[in-house]
């Protein structure tokens, strides 16, 4: 599976962006999709994923009421609504692909290039 994020930017506090993570392969449902970020400076941290179906999601404390994961496994995409958006949310975003349902970065098997999300105070 190879993905490709986009949709980062330059946002406001407070406003929103939506992130969204192509994927190319046939086996796009199979895959539990995960979203990440990594600040300048700090570990890559797990931020949200959603099940194969798309039926099933998880949040990270920081995020959750703030950001929503959905997938189309019709068009191979996941995405990430963020509202909300603070300045400590500034980072690279990385969208992955895992077998499993799980939080660790280590677990997922593919990964995009990320994508850089700036918020201004």
């Known amino acids: 599976v190879q993905l490709q994020a986009s949709g980062g930017g330059l946002v406001q506090a407070g406003g929103s962006l939506r992130l969204s993570c192509a994927a190319s392969?046939?086996?796009?449902?199979?895959?539990?999709m995960g979203w990440f970020r990594q600040a300048p400076g700090k570990e890559r941290e797990f931020i949200a994923h959603?099940?194969?179906?798309?039926?099933?999601?998880y949040y990270a404390d920081s995020v959750k009421g703030r950001f929503t994961i959905s997938r189309e496994n019709a068009k191979n995409t996941v995405y990430l609504q963020m509202d909300s958006l603070k300045p400590e949310d500034t980072a690279v975003y990385y969208c992955?692909?895992?077998?499993?349902?799980?939080?660790?970065?280590?677990?997922?098997?593919?990964w995009g290039q990320g994508t850089l999300v700036t918020v201004s105070s």
């Open positions: 392969g046939r086996t796009f449902s199979s895959y539990v």
């Open positions: 992955a692909a895992d077998r499993g349902f799980s939080l660790r970065v280590e677990d997922y098997e593919y």
């Open positions: 959603i099940s194969w179906s798309g039926h099933s999601t």
